[in-house]
């Protein structure tokens, strides 16, 4: 396992491996010694530790708050990989090979090294369990006083008090921001919606990061094409979720644009075409979304 492991490329610059029997870790090595003394080699071990919170975030496979130390106000996140779609009912939390984790991790590595706003990756496992199928986790640094977009825009459907009304401006300048930092360093996310842009509230104002590099690619640039697609698929997830929608105006969706664009608008960028197409996608996508819903 150690030398499939390795063959999967070098990791990222600040990584060290860490070999536990068949599992094998990559892990932060400014923090080894305090992620070695938890048992990350044994993913059902480390979440019956004392203080787990394993109800404060939702997401495939399980998502769990774990304390970094016994007594410590840091935690970190635990995400199990596994498949979404159809692919779930067959593979469940089977990996095809050991390189999704790693990837991940490289992902968020380069994009932090490119100055996205995104969490840290503290480490990644990889375990193999038959012949060429393996099981893997990702543990990311948490972040206090935040909240994933989602669940930020819904705690304020229906607000109207001028206090709130600017909040929610500049909630969504900071998650235009994000996204265009993201698409300006070359990423193109894969899952970009209002679950992977995380809100983080500070003395100064709200902060945004992207989360969930599962996926991404890194290019040397990204084009309009990409970038265009990236944002409406954001704004397709926000369809699909009626109760942040409902705090969502057309003149706020059209802010979050204006930020992310701010001074390179040129010749529109065909925004007339583009939406319609987008327009057209949106009822067509949710015909068949709708249809698929009713056949379940």
């Known amino acids: 396992m150690n030398s499939e ?6 990791l990222p610059l600040g990584y060290v491996w860490e070999h536990r029997g068949r599992v094998s870790l990559a892990v932060l090595e400014e923090e080894k010694r305090r992620l070695l003394a938890l048992p990350l080699h044994d993913t059902e071990a480390l979440l019956s530790l004392p203080g ?15 304390p970094l130390a016994e007594g410590s106000e840091e935690r970190m996140i635990v995400r199990r990989y596994r498949h979404g779609g159809l692919l779930r009912v067959l593979t469940r939390d089977w990996l095809l090979g050991p390189r999704r984790p790693l990837r991940e991790l490289t992902a968020s590595q380069d994009a932090r090294d490119r100055r996205v706003p995104t969490t840290e990756v503290l480490a990644a496992s990889v375990e193999r369990r038959f012949f060429f199928l393996y099981h893997g986790a990702l543990f990311t640094r948490e972040l206090r006083q935040s909240r994933d977009l989602d669940s930020v825009l819904v705690s304020l459907g229906g607000c109207t008090a001028p206090r709130d009304l600017r909040r929610k401006r500049e909630i969504l300048r900071a998650s235009a921001a994000a996204v265009r930092a993201l698409h300006d360093g070359g990423i193109f996310h ?4 209002l679950k992977n842009l995380v809100i983080q509230e500070q003395a100064a104002g709200p902060r945004a ?48 644009l204006v930020a992310y664009l701010g001074r390179t608008v040129r010749r529109d960028h065909d925004l007339r075409r583009r939406i319609r197409w987008h327009r057209l996608s949106l009822f067509l996508h949710g015909l068949f979304w709708r249809r698929g819903q009713e056949a379940a």
Not at 5 to 10: P, Y
Request: charge should be positive; charged fraction near 30%; aromatic fraction near 6%.
């Open 190 to 193: 894969a899952d970009l919606n």
């Open 52 to 66: 787990v919170d394993t109800t404060k975030y939702r997401g495939r496979g399980g998502v769990a708050s774990v």
């Open 5 to 10: 492991a390795v063959s999967c490329g070098e």
């Open 209 to 256: 990061l992207v989360i969930d590099l599962d996926g991404a690619r890194s290019l040397p640039s990204l084009s309009w094409s990409r970038r265009w697609k990236n944002l409406f698929r954001l704004h397709r997830s926000l369809r699909k979720r009626p109760a942040a929608r409902r705090s969502v105006t057309t003149t706020d969706s059209l802010r979050f």
